[in-house]
């Protein structure tokens, strides 16, 4: 065991307030309550303050958290339930992004009332529950029920929307690459437990210390890596593990489902919590294997988005060409490589939540996301054509967005790593995605409209609309201009992470 994973491993215990524990029964409690008094008009607004307060409790936890330190922090202990709770920078940030995701939602009114608003919002109060269970846990069974229970959750959301045939074919897709993938964690999970029960004499546990501080697997380490590792794969989602994504976003109808599970890249902060640190001579065998993979689905699903005639479906492609990027700057494994993949998942999933509101904002006026069906959108709502753009420029990079200074760190270490080729590579797949979105833009927004379609759109931005695209579009902003506190955050973490194989 490495000095550097010895301190990773301190607990710094605060007093006080359960933070974390409020992060998670705060939307569970809420969620009750909503659903007791969802009929009464004043419900819907109850939801939006319980998705403030969650705001709220994330910035306290931001606040109160040392970044200068890789330790967990804010422990919270109860053993009878094996419940274990912990934070560091790489936490506070996803969680910060996880309940500004859930205050956009909650002031998004989806196009088909097939569930009353209120209802829905207990739905996304539970889903947020789960995110925030699992972003805070060091527990691997609590890591995989809560995930669990999120899948169901989005699940019957696609149930609930599914439209059609094509929509039983979204819904059935989602399930078994989900159900697999799950299953796929869970052995992960089964193995990694049995391998501590082993070393112990027959003690099981699944906390990540107690997995941390066993000795290696052996021969059983490539299998704990496969499990865990494409099983949060079809989660990110990993070419080729991708194929339950382009339906989903296509035939899903309404935005909350995929936001659900593109906005927070669990998978991704499931790898960096998990996966390196559990199995680390494994991640180091098959480093060059998961590297190869990711650069070849840099390419090949951009090339994919750009034969797509949807554009739901063709933002579905770009969630897997930029997942590639991020999946490579993490096994680089060296420390400016792992934050810049980081920032750039959250980044990513900001990103991609702003395109698929503002998408389904288009829906709402023109009922089509044929993009020979769309076009002269710009001069009847420029509002969200901007809005859009901007979330398109953010995910492939562009100065001024969160995604530019992270995508300069994953390509740093990636030339350090790899040599020029495959980073040279590598860029010009974020090239080609650059150009499928700005061609998408300019099909759905600048190109003239087609027959009959001088109608469609009339209806102006609302304020609701406005209130969504706003607050998006100052976070990306913000976010892009004044990276400092982000880097900040995350940089103790990150390089006690890539510590462990001689980054520095």
């Known amino acids: 065991?490495?000095?550097?994973?010895?301190?990773?491993?301190?607990?710094?215990?605060?007093?006080?307030?359960?933070?974390?524990?409020?992060?998670?029964?705060?939307?569970?409690?809420?969620?009750?309550?909503?659903?007791?008094?969802?009929?009464?008009?004043?419900?819907?607004?109850?939801?939006?303050?319980?998705?403030?307060?969650?705001?709220?409790?994330?910035?306290?936890?931001?606040?109160?958290?040392?970044?200068?330190?890789?330790?967990?922090?804010?422990?919270?202990?109860?053993?009878?339930?094996?419940?274990?709770?912990?934070?560091?920078?790489?936490?506070?940030?996803?969680?910060?992004?996880?309940?500004?995701?859930?205050?956009?939602?909650?002031?998004?009114?989806?196009?088909?009332?097939?569930?009353?608003?209120?209802?829905?919002?207990?739905?996304?109060?539970?889903?947020?529950?789960?995110?925030?269970?699992?972003?805070?846990?060091?527990?691997?069974?609590?890591?995989?029920?809560?995930?669990?229970?999120?899948?169901?959750?989005?699940?019957?959301?696609?149930?609930?929307?599914?439209?059609?045939?094509?929509?039983?074919?979204?819904?059935?897709?989602?399930?078994?690459?989900?159900?697999?993938?799950?299953?796929?964690?869970?052995?992960?999970?089964?193995?990694?437990?049995?391998?501590?029960?082993?070393?112990?004499?027959?003690?099981?546990?699944?906390?990540?210390?107690?997995?941390?501080?066993?000795?290696?697997?052996?021969r059983f380490q490539s299998a704990a890596f496969f499990l865990l590792f494409y099983g949060l794969a079809v989660r990110t989602p990993l070419f080729p593990l991708h194929g339950w994504l382009p339906d989903m976003a296509q035939h899903g109808t309404i935005a909350i489902a995929p936001t659900l599970m593109l906005g927070i890249k669990v998978g991704i902060y499931g790898m960096l919590r998990y996966v390196l640190p559990l199995t680390p001579d494994a991640v180091l065998a098959w480093q060059p294997y998961v590297v190869a993979f990711a650069g070849a689905g840099v390419f090949f699903t951009a090339a994919l988005a750009l034969l797509q005639t949807n554009l739901r479906r063709l933002l579905g492609f770009a969630v897997v060409s930029h997942t590639s990027l991020i999946v490579i700057g993490l096994f680089t494994l060296h420390p400016l490589g792992v934050q810049g993949a980081l920032l750039l998942a959250v980044n990513f999933g900001f990103a991609v939540t702003v395109l698929l509101l503002m998408v389904a904002f288009v829906f709402k006026r023109t009922h089509t996301a044929e993009l020979a069906e769309l076009g002269g959108l710009f001069e009847r709502i420029p509002f969200i054509a901007i809005a859009f753009l901007i979330g398109g420029f953010s995910i492939v990079g562009m100065p001024g967005t969160p995604g530019f200074d992270a995508a300069h760190l994953v390509l740093e270490a990636a030339i350090e790593r790899f040599g020029a080729l495959p980073t040279v590579a590598t860029a010009l797949g974020n090239v080609a995605a650059a150009g499928f979105l700005l061609w998408a833009f300019q099909r759905a927004f600048l190109a003239p409209a087609p027959d009959g379609g001088e109608r469609t759109a009339a209806e102006r931005v609302r304020p609701m609309e406005y209130l969504l695209g706003g607050l998006t579009l100052f976070v990306l902003l913000a976010a892009g201009f004044l990276p400092e506190p982000w880097l900040q955050l995350t940089e103790a973490a990150t390089q006690a992470a890539a510590a462990r194989f001689g980054g520095g």
């Open 1 to 218: 065991m490495t000095p550097v994973l010895l301190e990773e491993l301190h607990w710094t215990r605060h007093a006080g307030l359960p933070l974390l524990a409020l992060l998670q029964l705060l939307p569970l409690a809420g969620a009750v309550v909503l659903h007791a008094l969802r009929r009464r008009p004043w419900a819907v607004a109850l939801a939006r303050g319980v998705f403030l307060g969650e705001l709220l409790l994330a910035v306290l936890l931001y606040r109160g958290l040392d970044a200068s330190s890789a330790a967990l922090q804010f422990a919270e202990r109860a053993d009878w339930l094996a419940y274990h709770a912990g934070a560091d920078g790489v936490t506070a940030l996803f969680v910060l992004v996880a309940a500004l995701i859930g205050l956009l939602l909650s002031l998004y009114e989806p196009a088909r009332e097939r569930m009353p608003h209120a209802s829905l919002l207990v739905v996304i109060l539970l889903a947020q529950a789960a995110l925030m269970t699992m972003l805070v846990t060091v527990n691997l069974l609590w890591f995989a029920a809560a995930s669990a229970f999120e899948l169901a959750l989005v699940a019957y959301l696609l149930r609930v929307w599914a439209a059609g045939d094509a929509g039983d074919l979204a819904f059935s897709r989602f399930l078994q690459y989900q159900g697999f993938g799950w299953l796929l964690f869970a052995g992960g999970v089964l193995v990694l437990g049995w391998g501590h029960a082993d070393a112990t004499g027959g003690l099981w546990s699944f906390d990540l210390f107690d997995l941390a501080l066993t000795p290696p697997l052996g």
